[in-house]
């Protein structure tokens, strides 16, 4: 009964967080507020307790959150920008990983270098969710925006693949080489990358079959779905390569393959309701999460540094602080590198740093805040090594790297406001120039659909239908399509022959869903410009088929 009073306490705080942050006077980032009301709700006043199990956390809340946000992100926007990608979650992490780690060996007194290196692989990965809960969506430029994301997708693997290396190492189960680390991640990339597409087209197979056995029930199909990233995260892991880069994979797979565009109107629906709350129920537990470690923490690290003679309190502060800093000269250096690199040597295909301004960059470095995989990672740390003796200064890595993450939210939340003040990040006029011009391409499509059907009908001795009636009908909705694509508003349906007119009203609609599909794979239109036309399709053909 506690863990589930405990789940529905951490619902309901979910819940409200949002309500908070929009009536108090001032305003402060979601994450923020939910990392604040976990942190008020662990304090004895309240008393609410969870034991944080990092391999539970990473199976439960990662696998859903990362394959949703590869779902939204668009295939070749993303290999477009692989470059820029590879660039920031894999060389900058390794770099990270060995300046950092050094920088903490020679600052922090005492500390092992192997576990010097473990605190600066977990520090490496960056946190797009929390990134967009501080900014708001759609305040960075999209192009940055993307990359971004991209890199959180990422990183994540490479920051925790490296902190398994160095936790081999420490427990003695691993000799480090060069070489032999460097064919280990490839194995564990590259495997984790297959196995989520493997997964996704066996469960696409399968789909078809449990369509066609359930009688196309959107319920079995809409938790088949939820289930897809699970599926995917311990089967890569069973394997032994990377969960995070499967559940990723899955997402990036399902969303650009036929899977969601051929599933039953009612599934697509269902789908997208259900992954949205679970989006934000999970996102939201995340933080809230992280808030009620955080006083524990804090009071566990306190006391251990007082026992500890090599160690002031006032040090750990002002190590965080250090280290933080030192993360974001680390990458704001790097973008600097690219921007030089790019401008110098890739003329023909530059980068997309090539082309901006220092405050851009300054922007994409306060953009690297830290987040759930983070404090995940250093809580995954064992207690003990494999001869029986404590782990060394585990303690000092938890609390740095806790601090590091609220550090380096609360310096986002002050810095990217100011620095995105004034940026125009997208011309509304574009978007709905760009809508339009969709809306036209797809009408003209319908136009021509409609007449192979009406040639069809009219020929089709079986459906016995009136040629006048037929003429009728099929004059009227191509007359709302021509008005669409002359920019005229659309009309109401007509009451008389509904049933031939929702017919061909659907046959429009499959035809200008094809048509979106078309504009999207030659990038005439954004994947956010697809989502939207996609969705009025889908609630005008739940309407149609409703009146059926």
Not at 162 to 188: D, Q
Not at 417 to 439: C, F, N, Q, W, Y
Request: glycine share 8%; net charge neutral.
């Amino acid at each position: 009964m506690e863990i589930f009073f405990t789940i529905l306490i951490l619902t309901l705080i979910v819940s409200l967080s949002g309500v908070i942050t929009r009536i108090l006077p001032f305003q402060i980032p979601l994450p923020l507020m939910q990392i604040a009301l976990g942190a008020l709700l662990a304090w004895p006043q309240f008393g609410l307790h969870v034991d944080f199990n990092p391999e539970l956390f990473l199976v439960l809340f990662i696998p859903p959150l990362l394959f949703a946000d590869g779902w939204k992100t668009p295939a070749r926007e993303f290999l477009r920008h692989g470059g820029e990608i590879v660039a920031l979650a894999l060389v900058l992490v390794l770099i990270t990983v060995v300046g950092v780690g050094y920088l903490i060996y020679w600052m922090v007194p005492g500390i092992p270098l192997v576990a010097a290196l473990a605190l600066a692989a977990v520090l490496s990965p960056t946190d797009a969710v929390a990134l967009s809960g501080i900014v708001g969506e759609g305040r960075i430029p999209k192009k940055l925006m993307d990359i971004l994301q991209g890199e959180a997708l990422m990183n994540d693997a490479s920051g925790l693949v490296s902190l398994k290396f160095a936790i081999a190492v420490a427990m003695g189960t691993m000799v480090f080489t060069v070489g032999g680390a460097s064919l280990e991640f490839v194995k564990v990339a590259a495997g984790g990358l297959l196995a989520g597409v493997a997964v996704t087209w066996a469960y696409s197979k399968s789909l078809r079959l449990i369509n066609r056995w359930s009688g196309d029930d959107p319920a079995t199909q809409t938790v088949l779905l939820l289930l897809l990233p699970f599926a995917s995260y311990l089967i890569a892991e069973h394997l032994g390569v990377s969960g995070i880069l499967a559940a990723v994979a899955s997402g990036m797979t399902i969303g650009q393959s036929g899977i969601i565009r051929n599933a039953p109107l009612a599934m697509r629906l269902r789908a997208n309701s259900v992954w949205a709350m679970l989006e934000f129920v999970f996102n939201g537990m995340v933080f809230i999460l992280l808030g009620l470690q955080f006083p524990e923490i804090l009071a566990t690290s306190i006391t251990q540094a007082e026992l500890d003679p090599t160690i002031e309190t006032w040090m750990l502060f002002t190590d965080i602080v250090v280290i933080y800093a030192a993360l974001m000269l680390l990458r704001f250096i790097w973008l600097v590198l690219m921007k030089k690199f790019s401008q110098r040597f890739l003329k023909k295909r530059p980068m997309v740093f090539g082309d901006y301004s220092m405050r851009e960059i300054l922007i994409a470095s306060f953009a690297g805040v830290r987040g759930a995989i983070t404090l995940a990672g250093v809580l995954s740390i064992p207690l003990l090594l494999s001869d029986g003796t404590a782990f060394p200064s585990r303690y000092q890595l938890v609390f740095i790297a806790a601090g590091v993450i609220l550090f380096s939210l609360i310096c986002g939340v002050i810095a990217l406001p100011l620095l995105l003040r004034g940026i125009v990040v997208s011309d509304k006029t574009l978007h709905r120039k760009e809508e339009r011009m969709a809306r036209a391409a797809a009408a003209e499509v319908a136009i021509e659909s409609l007449r192979k059907m009406q040639e069809r009908l009219a020929g089709d001795n079986e459906e016995n239908i009136d040629t006048q009636l037929l003429n009728e009908v099929s004059a009227r909705v191509m007359g709302n399509l021509r008005r669409r694509v002359d920019g005229k508003s659309d009309q109401g349906d007509a009451l008389l022959a509904e049933n031939l007119e929702r017919r061909m009203r659907l046959n429009a609609l499959r035809a200008e869903r094809g048509e979106y599909y078309h504009l999207r794979a030659q990038q005439k239109i954004s994947n956010e410009t697809l989502m939207k036309l996609l969705h009025d399709l889908d609630l005008l053909e739940a309407l149609l088929i409703e009146r059926e």
